[in-house]
Nanobody, 127 residues
């Protein structure tokens, strides 16, 4: 089992920045990919970014590319999502997720392919 705890959400004005953290505990050695998803009210959960494998290959949704950066600190078993130039449409609950099996980049853009989830962190961007 892997436990995930997100932190760092909050309220920010448009154009501002926030950094989300996701601390993993338990059988973290079995983790192959860490991802971020978000879900706005009335909408489906959507992929934001993921980081895979020992090399830390990253993939981003087009909507956040160039504004968000995902990174990992293996020593702390923590994954970060640095969010810059935030827009009101970025408002959502952000979820951290972990997957155990090897998979291609596109495979892990689907939330159903992840094994573990955090409780979510609210991000609100005011206009």
């Amino acid at each position: 089992q892997v436990q995930l705890v997100e932190s760092g959400g909050g309220l920010v004005q448009a154009g501002g920045s926030l950094r989300l953290s996701c601390a993993a505990s338990g059988r973290t050695s079995s983790t192959y990919v860490m991802g971020w998803f978000r879900q706005a009210p009335g909408k489906e959960r959507e992929f934001v970014a993921h980081i895979r494998g020992s090399g830390g290959s990253t993939t981003y949704a087009d909507s956040v590319k160039g504004r968000f950066t995902i990174s990992g600190d293996n020593g702390k078993n923590t994954v970060y999502l640095q969010m810059n130039s935030l827009k009101p449409e970025d408002t959502a609950v952000y979820y951290c997720a972990a997957g155990s099996l090897w998979g291609a980049s596109y495979y892990y853009t689907a939330y159903s392919h992840y094994d573990y989830w955090g409780q979510g962190a609210q991000v609100t961007v005011s206009s």
